[in-house]
């Protein structure tokens, strides 16, 4: 089964890779890894925007790391041709836009842990930082980065 097997067997869909905000690249490749800037969360192509523990709940935020994890592996897949290039999710970078008595970060995080689980099995499980910041980029409710390794061309 393929990767995009597994997407459709979740009912998952992809979406169009975003392009950069502001001077960066969306991925870099070196050494076998891809380095993934920080992804944020679209739904209905609409940005996820929200503070944690503010405005927003656990659940919202959950679905908002889903949705940014969706757009790293749209952002591999653009990158290097295949999801079925992916060897293994080595470490997501989860920044949560949160309140300051807001605590529940890794719960949060979850969201997009599982998806990855989810998609690529054991390849999936990966090392993860979940931390609160006071504010994101457009006011955006969760922001991931990833580092993942790469099968052989």
């Known amino acids: 089964m ?8 979740l009912g ?4 169009a890779a975003a392009a950069p905000v502001a001077a960066y690249v969306p991925a870099v490749e070196e050494g076998g890894l891809l380095y993934l800037s920080g992804q944020l969360p679209f739904s209905n192509g609409a940005l996820m925007e929200g503070r944690l ?10 679905d908002a790391a889903r949705a940014c994890a969706l757009m790293i592996l749209a952002q591999v897949k653009k990158t290097v041709g295949s999801l ?4 293994r999710i080595v470490k997501l970078g989860v920044f ?3 309140a300051g008595s807001f605590t529940d970060q890794p719960k949060v995080a979850d969201g997009a842990s599982t998806l990855m689980a989810d998609v690529f099995g054991e390849a999936g499980r990966h090392a993860r930082a979940a931390v609160g910041v006071p504010t994101l980029p457009l ?4 922001e991931i980065d990833a580092v993942i390794a790469l099968k052989d061309a």
């Open 12 to 15: 998952l869909t992809l979406p």
């Open 84 to 87: 079925d290039r992916v060897k």
């Open 139 to 142: 006011g955006a409710a969760v």
């Open 96 to 98: 949560v836009n949160s």
């Open 53 to 62: 523990g503010e405005n927003r709940d656990i659940p919202f935020g959950q």
């Open 2 to 9: 393929t990767i995009d097997d597994r997407l459709a067997e």
